[in-house]
């Protein structure tokens, strides 16, 4: 079945720092999520993909998909404390309403 | 507006007991779904349900029942517990009229099997 890896597991940073998570699927995507989990929270939405090597911006993020949909990134300029969390990729299963999930990458920030 | 919301947000269960976890939203979406979250695990799906009397299984459902009578409430039911079903849930809803729309997840709930 469709399988979305993540890495790094885990980063440590020291504020100010870039920091970038890199999400690769088994399968081509039709879209791809990007949620951010603060810790003791719940995973939030930040972001959707759907073209082919779209590239969208908030603020200090930045987020990628790749060409062949297959693979998805998401970059922070300067990190600070306030980014500090778990970030998910997700994208859809079997082509349905179902997300699946990338294990995520812990983001550690420390000033 | 409330959102989605499960109850309850703590709970520990002896080995062999049962009990629901209950997920409710009032956004009025009809795909509603159960993860797991477990250390370095991820968001792993356990039941899905595209609406009311609709429902599916995800990656990890053994030990878990699931039922959708209403579009508003998704209850995911531990028949026997299990110190392996120690874990965070997550009820998570979006809607459907429109695909890749995004999920809206409760606030989870924190259960302990002993």
């Known amino acids: 079945g469709q399988q979305v890896m993540q890495i790094p597991q885990y980063q440590h940073v020291q504020e100010g720092e870039d920091f970038t998570t890199y999400c690769n699927s088994s399968t081509t995507l039709s879209n791809i999520q990007w949620y951010k989990q603060r810790p003791g929270g719940h995973p939030v939405f930040l972001i959707q993909?759907?073209?082919?090597?779209e590239v969208k911006k908030q603020k200090r993020l930045t987020f990628q998909f790749g060409e062949a949909k297959k693979n998805s990134s998401l970059h922070i300029t300067a990190t600070q404390t306030t980014d500090v969390g778990t970030y998910f990729c997700a994208g859809p299963k079997d082509s349905g309403y179902a997300l699946n999930f990338g294990k995520g990458t812990s983001l550690l920030v420390t000033p | 507006n409330a959102g989605v919301t499960q109850t309850p947000k703590f709970q520990v269960l002896k080995t062999g007991q049962s009990m629901t976890l209950q997920c409710a939203q009032d956004?009025?979406?009809?795909?509603m779904s159960w993860y797991r979250q477990d250390p370095g695990m991820g968001l792993r799906l356990i039941h899905y349900?595209?609406?009311?009397?609709?429902?599916d299984q995800g990656e990890v459902p053994n030990g878990y029942n699931v039922s959708r009578s209403t579009t508003e409430d998704f209850p995911l039911r531990l028949l026997s517990a299990a110190p392996s079903q120690t874990s965070v849930y997550f009820c998570?809803?979006?809607?459907?009229?429109?695909?890749?729309?995004?999920?809206?997840f409760g606030q989870g709930t924190r259960l302990t099997v002993v």
């Open positions: 349900s595209v609406g009311a009397g609709i429902t």
């Open positions: 956004m009025n979406h009809e795909y």
């Open positions: 993909l759907v073209k082919s090597g």
């Open positions: 998570a809803s979006r809607q459907t009229q429109v695909m890749g729309t995004e999920a809206f």
